[in-house]
């Protein structure tokens, strides 16, 4: 345990495979977790990291084979990355965290998110590849369409889950397309959270 930055401290997280590096700040807010990019390490966060500390419980791991976090021979799949991040979730976060993910990280978040999503309560992407037509799903399409338009109009939190709200997705089964915030779950609560 080291003292790094203004109250974040590095700590080792053993994994099984790999020893995994990461910073952790004080308690002060829901768990927010910070995925760098490809060839990066938690410190590309640090200009960040003060603002959001102030709101978050911050946690930013250095992904295996970056930063301070071990090198293996072989193992740097995206199932690897993904299992190392669910194990430190698992073991060292007491409830699902907010997910942001940069590029790689991004992706990485999104597949945590579908594969264990008990660990996640959100997820953020920035700056990653969802590109609309190659998704083969029409539910994905309409949302991710829907999410994107929502991006580039921007607003407060209350305009964005209103918006999230009105996406019309096609219903499994039906002919009849549902909003979103007609399905089973998504009142006005939910889509603020």
Not at 22 to 42: K, N, Q, S
Not at 128 to 150: C, D, E, H, K, W
Request: proline share 7%; hydrophobic share 40%.
């Amino acid at each position: 345990m080291n003292e790094i930055h203004r109250g974040l401290v590095e700590h080792t997280f053993d994994t099984g495979e790999v020893q995994l590096n990461y910073a952790e700040g004080p308690a002060h807010g829901p768990v927010l977790v910070l995925l760098h990019g490809l060839g990066r390490r938690w410190q590309v966060f640090l200009p960040l990291i003060p603002a959001l500390s102030l709101r978050w419980h911050i946690f930013a791991p250095d992904l295996r084979g970056h930063g301070k976090s071990s090198h293996v021979a072989r193992g740097y799949h995206g199932p690897q990355y993904v299992e190392d991040i669910a194990r430190l979730l698992r073991e060292r976060v007491s409830a699902p965290a907010v997910l942001f993910g940069h590029s790689l990280g991004g992706m990485l978040g999104m597949w945590v998110a579908s594969h264990h999503p008990d660990l996640v309560r959100a997820l953020i992407l920035g700056d990653n590849m969802i590109v609309v037509p190659q998704l083969r799903n029409p539910m994905y399409t309409a949302l991710f369409s829907g999410l994107r338009g929502l991006a580039r109009k921007g607003g407060s939190v209350e305009q964005i889950a209103d918006g999230i709200g009105r996406i019309v997705l096609p219903s499994p089964g039906t002919d009849k397309p549902a909003r979103i915030r007609e399905l089973p779950g998504n009142d006005e609560a939910y889509l603020l959270s």
